[in-house]
């Protein structure tokens, strides 16, 4: 669900893959990020209707991935997919740290770009020792 530069960038390689692939949309110019060769079906709407994930063959589906820019859509579409049918892999993008970790906690598979990001320039910018270099230094400790 959710067919922005991450969406299609997954769609398009699990598609590429062999995989079966149905992309949700609530926009139909969205599934203009697909490349013309993408075997996999589109479908516009909600992933927070159910209707719409019959549409997309969510009864048949192994995995769902939920990556639109909303967090509240993204987490209600997967707590739906969760209670309403059996998909063995739900995946949530949620951009909000605090908010992916509370859902994470609930037993929800999450992704927080926010904080991946952040660890892997912090991974970069620490010296191999552990130090911190003193102008980076600085400017952690007035974020926190």
């Known amino acids: 669900m959710g067919c922005g530069r991450v969406g299609a960038r997954i769609a398009t390689i699990l598609a590429k893959n062999g995989h079966d692939v149905t ?8 599934f203009r990020r697909l490349p013309p060769t993408f075997a996999g079906r589109t479908v516009i709407g909600t992933g ?20 639109s820019g909303k ?14 049918f059996e998909v063995d892999e739900r995946i949530c993008r949620i951009t909000d740290p605090v908010r ?3 859902y994470r906690r609930m037993g929800m ?3 927080c770009p926010t904080t991946t990001v952040s660890a892997v320039i912090i991974d970069k910018v620490i010296d191999l020792d552990g130090s911190v270099p003193t102008r980076l230094a600085a400017t952690l400790a007035d974020a926190s």
């Open 71 to 84: 967090d509240n859509r993204n987490i209600m579409a997967t707590q739906l997919v969760a209670l309403l």
């Open 109 to 111: 598979t999450t992704v």
């Open 100 to 102: 992916e970790e509370t």
């Open 23 to 30: 992309i949700i949309d609530v926009e139909g110019e969205a």
């Open 48 to 67: 927070i209707d159910e209707a719409v994930l019959r549409s997309a063959g969510i009864d048949e589906a192994d995995a769902f991935i939920a990556v």
